[in-house]
């Protein structure tokens, strides 16, 4: 695949929980290379934009292409490898309490692509290692801090070669001294030229990162475009006032 091509298509994508419309038709496409940025308030469908990817939760309507290949969740084989091309971050870590963070990060190699035990180890430790962690890969998570946890389960999407990481809220959870940390390895990611989608609430963050910000509210995306101008010159009057609260609680003016 040459750089730019589209990596990943959505189209009208729907969902309703609890008889409630949380998304309304949402569409987006991720090329290669680049790292789109989320943003907008709370209950405005964003994570479960993400969920709906990578049908986590399965959407009511609407379709998703990897490579301009149609995804089928119906196929649980096409699903499953679908899954292992599309890393998911999530806010609370997702990791094994009873097992090491050598052995969360194997276990997929092991289980999933059929590694062989050493040559898995092998691969987890390079991963491990890649995100700051050569020293702490018998500890369990319960010996981890957040931002160590946080780490441990990037290691674990990056050892399934995805070809697009979905990260939702990968900060969330953080105590503000540990955001830093998982902050400078999704730098180091985009800098290694990972394709990814993401959610925060980090303005300072996704100004620096993103090749563009797309602003959703109410289950639709209102606005979207390069970070310069969705932060300093949106044109919707509702994205201007979402970005001067945010910086405002972040004491960084757009």
């Not at 189209?11 to 929980?17: A, S, T």
């Not at 092991?110 to 890649?130: S, Y």
């Not at 990056?158 to 940390?181: C, F, N, Q, Y």
Request: glycine residues 8%.
């Amino acid at each position: 695949m040459t750089m730019g091509q589209t990596i990943l298509r959505v189209e009208n994508i729907h969902k309703e929980l609890g008889g409630k419309a949380i998304l309304n038709g949402v569409s987006l496409s991720v090329r290669k290379g680049e790292i789109k940025v989320l943003i907008g308030p709370s209950g405005a469908g964003k994570s479960t934009f993400l969920q709906s990817i990578n049908f986590l939760v399965m959407p009511d309507q609407g379709r998703v292409w990897l490579e301009e290949k149609p995804i089928n969740p119906t196929d649980k084989k096409a699903l499953y490898e679908y899954r292992q091309q599309v890393g998911m971050i999530f806010q609370d870590f997702n990791l094994f309490d009873h097992l090491t963070a050598l052995a969360n990060v194997e276990i997929g190699l092991i289980r999933v692509k059929g590694m062989k035990k050493n040559v898995a180890r092998g691969r987890a430790m390079d991963e491990l290692e890649r995100v700051g962690l050569k020293n702490q890969v018998l500890q369990y998570p319960a010996q981890l801090s957040g931002g160590q946890k946080q780490r441990v389960s990037i290691a674990r999407a990056l050892a399934m070669d995805p070809k697009v990481m979905l990260l939702d809220e990968p900060t969330s959870a953080l105590d503000p001294e540990l955001i830093g940390e998982v902050h400078s390895v999704i730098r180091d990611l985009a800098i290694r030229g990972m394709t990814m989608l993401m959610v925060t609430h980090q303005i300072r963050f996704a100004r620096s990162l993103a090749s563009e910000i797309v602003f959703m509210e109410n289950g639709r995306i209102l606005e979207k475009g390069p970070p310069e101008k969705m932060l300093s010159d949106a044109e919707c009057s509702r994205t201007r006032e979402f970005c001067s609260k945010i910086n405002e609680m972040s004491g960084h003016l757009c």
